[in-house]
């Protein structure tokens, strides 16, 4: 993964840790004090809660410990790679898109960022400027050309 996306993992970390998880065990400490807790709505919300928390952090927690960390600035060369951010002309509208091949757990298309199992990161890798790429997608095949290929 990316600096930023660890970065990312680390603080979705400490802010379940240290805000959700008090914030939790407040709510439970809270509708325990309205007594009979088999038919207390509030307190089996707060128990999944507390579950669902408990069990994200434990997966943050392992991404994290295995996680492969790689500074993108450092990276170089004219193929297209892990990290890289690739500037494609659809060749069927001619719109201009501009995606940086990243690890899954930081991917969101909104912001540019496309997982490398995705179809079009598994299209792009070892590709150069200049190369069309075919990419089957979900609404059909499509069509880009490379025209910049950038580490930052």
Do not use: C, W
Request: no cysteine; glycine share 8%; proline share 3%.
């Amino acid at each position: 993964m990316t600096a930023p996306g660890y970065v990312a993992l680390e603080e979705e970390l400490r802010r379940r840790q240290q805000e959700e998880r008090p914030r939790i065990i407040a709510a439970i400490s809270e509708a325990r004090s309205h007594g009979d807790l088999s038919e207390n709505a509030e307190y089996h919300a707060a128990k999944e809660s507390q579950s669902l928390n408990e069990g994200r952090i434990a997966e943050l927690e392992d991404k994290l410990a295995r996680a492969e960390v790689i500074d993108v600035s450092k990276l170089s060369g004219n193929t297209i790679k892990f990290g890289a951010t690739v500037t494609l002309i659809d060749e069927d509208t001619d719109e201009e898109k501009a995606y940086q091949i990243v690890g899954e757990s930081e991917a969101d298309v909104k912001l540019g960022k496309v997982s490398i199992t995705s179809p079009i990161a598994r299209a792009l890798i070892s590709k150069k400027v200049g190369d069309t790429v075919e990419v089957n997608t979900p609404g059909g095949g499509k069509s880009y050309e490379i025209t910049a290929i950038a580490f930052k």
